[in-house]
């Protein structure tokens, strides 16, 4: 009879194996001068750390302040030891963290201080890949905080801190089926999140405030779920939408904005059961513009649907009535729409 072992050293294969997978450790204060990436002897850099990885290893980061901008081009888990004191600088010169290889998790840092360009290389964290995961983490004081782009699985952004970043605090753009949830938003310079052409998502229980115009735009996106939100003091608009249709607004709280919820050119939207509080120029509008949009693509979208929110202008009798304008060539037609069925109280909710 023949036994065959196997062991990790006598499996060939291709990518890294699975047996290998080990923890690789990052420390700045390490002036030994041995850097092997052991808890002995840790490398002084994270890229250095990177490059050493093997698929699906962990690297460590000790608390301290690395400045550093770093490529994440393999599946790796990048842990910091502590968000509030590992801290990961770009020095004001490009994105910080450009990750373009999928099955990635980032967690346990802050990220600051991208450049001041634009796109891709203005951010506190870009994203080029699927299945990327980032939660626990601090993002501020960059251009843009987050950017997901042309990721089309199961990207995941959740429990996170995005602020005082100079524009949008959260971008997702060219994008389907990813998660936004549980994060603190706030006192981004634009936006708090803005979703671009972007489908199948799922925004939900995140903390939007007092972001600069918007707490979250949606431009060109489509069947998209934003449900159990907080908004408030967003400036110009709570939630904004424009030429996107079939998304589902259910039991968001939005108050203290200009505008609750803008609606340009979107149709088939279910906007049901949300809370509308002390928005000061009006709870809802929308808008729609002939021309642009032609009268069979607006029949053929429709208006939105208004079912049981809780509005507090409404006097407590009948429908409630949800102005808009029409705009025909150099006509502008005044129209509404109606929520059938108002909420009597608020809905319970976080913030």
Request: proline share 1%; net charge negative.
């Amino acid at each position: 009879m023949i036994f065959l072992i196997i062991t990790a050293q006598s499996i060939s294969c291709n990518s890294y194996c699975i047996f290998d997978r080990k923890t690789i450790f990052v420390d700045g204060d390490n002036l030994s001068g041995i850097y092997d990436g052991t808890i002995n002897h840790p490398f002084k850099s994270i890229s250095d750390a990177i490059q050493y990885a093997g698929e699906y290893d962990t690297i460590f980061v000790f608390n301290g302040i690395y400045h550093e901008k770093i490529k994440i081009n393999k599946p790796i888990t990048l842990i910091g030891e502590n968000k509030k004191s590992t801290i990961l600088d770009g020095l004001y010169g490009g994105t910080v963290i450009y990750v373009y290889a999928n099955n990635v998790e980032i967690s346990g840092i802050t990220v600051r201080n991208s450049g001041p360009g634009f796109d891709y290389d203005s951010c506190g964290i870009y994203v080029y890949a699927d299945k990327v995961v980032i939660y626990d983490t601090i993002i501020y004081g960059n251009f843009y905080g987050i950017h997901i782009d042309f990721s089309f699985e199961s990207t995941s952004i959740y429990g996170n801190q995005i602020c005082n970043n100079k524009r949008d605090g959260l971008i997702i753009t060219n994008s389907r089926k990813f998660s936004i949830s549980n994060n603190e938003i706030f006192e981004n310079g634009k936006c708090g999140c803005y979703v671009d052409n972007s489908v199948l998502g799922i925004i939900d229980n995140n903390i939007l405030t007092f972001n600069g115009i918007s707490g979250i735009t949606f431009w060109y996106s489509s069947d998209n779920y934003f449900r159990d939100n907080y908004l408030d003091g967003n400036l110009e608009f709570g939630v904004n939408m424009n030429n996107s249709h079939n998304n589902n607004v259910f039991y968001n709280t939005i108050k203290n904005c200009t505008r609750g919820i803008y609606l340009y050119d979107s149709g088939r939207n279910e906007i049901d059961n949300n809370n509308f509080l002390e928005n000061s120029k009006n709870h809802a509008f929308f808008h729609i513009v002939i021309g642009r949009l032609s009268i069979n693509e607006f029949v053929s979208f429709g208006l939105n649907t208004w079912y049981e929110n809780y509005w507090d202008t409404w006097n407590g009798n009948g429908i409630y009535v949800i102005d808009g304008v029409l705009n025909f060539f150099s006509q502008s037609i005044h129209i509404i729409n109606y929520d059938r069925s108002p909420a009597y109280k608020p809905y319970d909710s976080g913030g």
